[in-house]
């Protein structure tokens, strides 16, 4: 069983930065691929990034791809999302995940765990 919590959300001018955390309990959190998702109001939930268990492999959605950056402390069984030139339409609740090592990153059905998600608000 893995618990995850999310933190670092909040409201940002257009072209600011956040960084989200993503807390894991449990011993075996470097056995887990991690994901990071998006759901905006009246959206379905999308894929943003994902690393693999040891952090060698990373994938991003398009939209995000040159702006966000995943990353994982296996030490301190976190992952993170350092979120740069942020815009508007990345305003969204933002979830992490947690997965076994195989299979598609992008696909939600992947992941067993979630968190209940940190609220990100970016300003024009």
């Known amino acids: 069983q893995v618990q995850l919590v999310e933190s670092g959300g909040g409201l940002v001018q257009a072209g600011g930065s956040l960084r989200l955390s993503c807390a894991a309990s449990?011993?075996?959190?470097?056995?887990?691929?991690m994901g990071w998702f998006r759901q905006a109001p009246g959206k379905e939930r999308d894929f943003v990034a994902g690393?693999?268990?040891?952090?060698?492999?990373?994938y991003y959605a398009d939209s995000v791809k040159g702006r966000f950056t995943i990353s994982r402390d296996n030490a301190k069984n976190t992952v993170y999302l350092q979120m740069n030139s942020l815009k508007p339409e990345d305003t969204a609740l933002y979830y992490c995940?947690?997965?076994?090592?195989?299979?598609?990153?992008?696909?939600?059905?992947?992941?067993?765990?979630w968190g209940q998600g940190t609220q990100v608000t970016v300003s024009s």
């Open positions: 449990g011993r075996t959190f470097s056995s887990y691929a």
């Open positions: 995940a947690a997965g076994p090592s195989w299979g598609p990153m992008a696909v939600m059905t992947k992941y067993d765990y």
């Open positions: 690393i693999s268990s040891s952090g060698g492999s990373t």
